[in-house]
């Protein structure tokens, strides 16, 4: 065999070996689901205790096409926290998560969006508070790992467990992180702000109430907020009104 001959043949070969590469690549690092649907994600999360969750709660955060946008509109009817949960609210004040005041009847709306990031998705809230509107976002996706999680600015974020039971779904945190270029360094439990417990309780294919919990293994109930709310935009601009009593003993 002449030596152009033999080149010819090692140039054939190591393009079959590139091309079996590239396929091998390409099917190692498939992109993963996009989760067309915040459904979609909750589903995900709960794995094989998807079937579990409610029809009602599953079409409510099942909005698709091209503007997938949902949002819910009500009354905060309680926001309170004891004196120590408002020391944390004013120590995590540049993250924007936790409002420090106490009040009734507080006008409040929630939005989801798709995120920037892949298969994530925004969550959006807005209280009408009497002094001003106290608003903060998060992004909600599968982190790395596959496991839920909830990411607040300046790189802290929360992992999140999932539970369907009933005419319920709850969400319960499962520790604290801090991520910094793609780095997630995750908190002891005694290091975090407490036991968080959000439920989400089906009323109606209009109408669900939320019930909020942030409890310190020391220092006892930090945080408690309650309301009911529908589908759709707020009806009016009312504004809080304020607590007339104690509400939480620290």
Known sequence: MSLVSSLKVGVRRASLRVGRLAARSTTTFAPRSTHAKFADLLCAALGKEASRLHPDIRARFSA?????????????QQVDRSVFGWCVALLLRPLRVLPSCRAYAVPFEF?????????GWVKRRMYGFRDGSFEFSSVMKLDDDGRLVEQFPLGFGMRVLLEATGDALWFRDDGYFFRWSGFRLDFPRWLGVGRFELVHRNIDSERFDVEIRIRHFLFGPLFYQSGRFGSGSPTGAAQASAPTGALLVN
Not at 64 to 76: E, L, P, Q, V
Not at 111 to 117: A, F, G, I, K
């Open 111 to 119: 939005h989801l969006e798709p995120s920037p990031v892949p298969g």
């Open 64 to 76: 698709s096409g091209a503007g997938r946008r949902s949002s819910f509109s009500g009354r905060m």
